[in-house]
Nanobody, 115 residues
Framework: QVQLVESGGGLVQPGGSLRLSCATS????????ISWYRQAPGKARELVAD???????YYIDSVKGRFTISRDDARSSVYLQMNSLRPEDTAVYYC?????????WGQGTQVTVSS
């Protein structure tokens, strides 16, 4: 059974940092890309970053230079290091997998950037 479980969210002041984790199971992790998405209140869910095993990570423009996506194939996990956080980064963050043409999402983790 495919599972994705996010953790690491919280409340942080502007300029602060958080590290999100996405622990996965139920599939051959090293064969698949994992993406981080986020959804702010009243807005559509948007892609933030993704990473393939051995490939170049992708970032949306608004997080380039601030966020870093990484993966640990031995732990079947993906991470999102978020630095220089801004209030507009406030959202629920989800990791996502496409596996045999089906979308799998975690339950999400809330990130709130506020003073």
């Amino acid at each position: 059974q495919v599972q994705l479980v996010e953790s690491g969210g919280g409340l942080v002041q502007p300029g602060g940092s958080l590290r999100l984790s996405c622990a996965t199971s139920g599939f051959t992790f090293s064969d698949y890309a994992i993406s981080w998405y986020r959804q702010a209140p009243g807005k559509a869910r948007e892609l933030v970053a993704d990473i393939h095993s051995g490939g170049r990570p992708y970032y949306i423009d608004s997080v380039k230079g601030r966020f870093t996506i990484s993966r640990d194939d031995a732990r079947s996990s993906v991470y999102l290091q978020m630095n220089s956080l801004r209030p507009e980064d406030t959202a629920v963050y989800y990791c996502r997998l496409i596996y045999f043409s089906q979308l799998y999402w975690g339950q999400g983790t809330q990130v709130t950037v506020s003073s």
